[in-house]
């Protein structure tokens, strides 16, 4: 299968949720616009995928990428990685098979995947661009470290990095509509506070505009939150035709938001469905990575 399309019509965030969901395979090629004003993320880029887990990212396809980025830290020489590389058996990941020999640590593969990674950060932020999604396209396993991650993770920790949501507007759920929790839905992501908060209010009966009002926070981070939970399949957009109800009706209770937490936004926690009840990477995205890595090698 072959899916290709503009970053005018589709976002990478949604690209991400179509992948994850079906379990796709294979490669996404991003080209970016000449009109970029980044210059950091100009040029191709390929983001590969097994199973709707994200495993590569490179910005070339001659399968020496992260070869390259293991011996500019100085940890092998670039000719036996060349020649390493040329025996590598298909099927085992260059970054895991070295790990087997000795010859990398975990923390090695964490910090070499970690800067893969932030590629995909960068991609997030093109405002014009062209895709190309190609189920078919081989595995490069010289350019896989051996770890994963679910792009549902990568795009939730990006997002909540994003500063320019121009690309997104459209994407974003109404001022005035709901959101409401999917029922049935078990997936295990990891939300921050406000996200966990907005969560409370997803009953499908109260606008977007009023839940902003209630918990003092500006529409604009409500309607990203919002966004990333339905990027998750979390909740769902709600049209709500009727007019609201003012925080004053007796007949309206809140009650269920537990007002007495305090807010720590660089926190994360486990969530699972009620149904089952610019250029530069921020601090808190590395922390977030970081953390999510640690415990995978």
């Known amino acids: 299968m072959s899916i290709s399309n503009s970053f005018r019509n589709f976002s990478l965030a949604e690209l991400f949720q179509l992948i994850d969901q079906g379990r796709k395979s294979g490669c996404l090629t991003v080209w970016t616009s000449a009109e970029s004003q980044d210059t950091d993320v100009k040029g191709q880029y390929y983001v590969w995928f097994i199973q709707g887990r994200l495993v590569a990212v490179t910005n070339s396809l001659t399968k020496k990428d992260l070869a390259s980025r293991i011996s500019d830290r100085g940890w092998l020489s670039s000719v036996f990685l060349e020649k390493y590389s040329q025996k590598l058996k298909p099927g085992k990941p260059l970054g895991l098979s070295l790990k087997t020999q000795g010859m990398l640590k975990s923390d090695q593969l964490n910090l070499l995947f970690s800067s893969q990674i932030q590629q995909v950060k960068k991609l997030f932020e093109i405002q014009k661009g062209v895709f190309k999604l190609d189920s078919k396209a081989p595995v490069p396993w010289q350019e896989l470290t051996g770890l994963s991650i679910s792009t549902i993770e990568v795009a939730l920790m990006t997002l909540r990095d994003l500063k320019n949501w121009e690309n997104l507007a459209e994407a974003l759920p109404e001022k005035d509509s709901g959101i409401k929790v999917i029922p049935y839905n078990q997936p295990q992501v990891r939300l921050n506070y406000l996200e966990l908060q907005l969560l409370e209010w997803a009953q499908g009966t109260v606008s977007l505009k009023v839940i902003a009002k209630q918990i003092n926070k500006p529409i604009d981070l409500i309607q990203q939150a919002a966004f990333r939970l339905m990027i998750a ?48 990477v921020s601090t808190s995205f590395m922390e977030n990575l970081f953390g999510f890595l640690r415990s995978k090698v």
Do not use: C
Request: hydrophobic fraction near 25%; aromatic fraction near 10%; charged fraction near 30%.
């Open 233 to 280: 399949d979390l909740v769902e957009e709600i049209p709500l035709v009727t007019s609201m109800p003012s925080l004053s009706d007796d007949g309206f209770d809140f009650s269920y938001v537990n007002a007495s937490q305090k807010e720590n936004t660089k926190s994360e926690f486990s969530y699972k469905s009620k149904s089952n009840s610019k250029s530069k």
